[in-house]
């Protein structure tokens, strides 16, 4: 297309070949931003979102293209540079032609990632944001690195040599940094074997971790802790700790033990079953779980049943709120009988009766 142009326009002058290029650029800016909007609408009308991510992502590439290559042979076919830069000037135009296309690929990649959030997968679940993020990125990587190949052979360097280099420098770098690396395939694990994602509450019982996961990044996992503290955990940590995603909780336990007194024992079986009533007929409380009522143990100042069952929710906040309605509601089934909780005691127990005489008396 370029060579065709240059002898279209090989007879004028320099400034008229100029002009006639620039005059083809502008017509063909216009015609390409119309075509564009014309695809547009007509892809809007399809049931997909990939050829509209296509047509988005095309747009400014193309209409910058136009101008990169009608200015630089505009420049060639002129005549007015010397030799030496019009060859630098091609090696430019190639370069920077190069860099559209990248562009160009990196718009299409965010436009795809932006469609697949949410969609189901073959085996039923969801895509998530952060598998989206990380094959984003690992594409976005590759294309970078061909980018950069063809540009420096368009420069001049051996590609050969280059790549044998960079596998020897490859194990050097490797050794030296051992833990970025075991970092940044800890952040492949997390992206593929999806433990946890941005917005889960998480939390480990081998550290003091727990919050809300804000990022995950290459090297580091961003964990806000509920005092708002930002904490920045090594990816590689989590091939070697247990981690507990409170998130993906089905129900929350409830599990506590009550105590009434000694002198309460006869009312032990009416105050258990009373409780073992009232939670099956508890709306909060999910009754396809187990659910248990029990006296359990004769303690050192109490007799303790205990209650073992499952809310509804997940939710923090509403759990406390169903908790604290269900002890409060036990508290008054146990005094509703008469009996009371009990607390520690200590009991004297003196067989004789002891006699206390005054000093008087004693003398």
Known sequence: MIETLTSAI????????MVWVLLVVVILDIASRLLIRKMAVLTQKSKTAWDDALIESMGAPIHWLIWVVGLTVALDVSGILPANVAGMLQVARLLIVVALFSWFL??????????????????????DQSLVDIVSKLIKLIVVILAVLIAMQSLGFSLTGLLAFGGIGGLAVGFAAKDMLANFFGGFMIYFDRPFKVGDWVRSPDREIEGIVEKIGWRVTLIRNFDSRPLYVPNSSFSCITIENVTRMSN???????????????????????????????????????????????????????????????????????KQDILLRILDIVEGHGASCAFPTTTLDIPDPVLVTSPKNAT
């Open 106 to 127: 990196f718009r299409l990649i965010e436009s795809f990632g932006n469609n697949l959030v949410g969609k189901t997968t073959l085996s039923g679940g969801t895509i």
């Open 10 to 17: 090989s007879a004028h002058g320099p400034i008229a070949k």
């Open 252 to 322: 929350r336990r409830i599990y506590e033990l009550v105590g009434i007194r000694y002198q309460d024992a006869g009312m032990m079986n009416q105050i258990v079953d009373d409780v073992r009533s009232y939670l099956e007929s508890h709306q909060d409380v999910d009754q396809e779980k187990t659910l248990m009522v029990g006296f359990t143990a004769f303690s050192a100042s109490s007799l303790d049943f205990f209650i073992y069952c499952f809310t509804r929710t997940q939710s923090g906040p509403e759990y406390y709120r169903v």
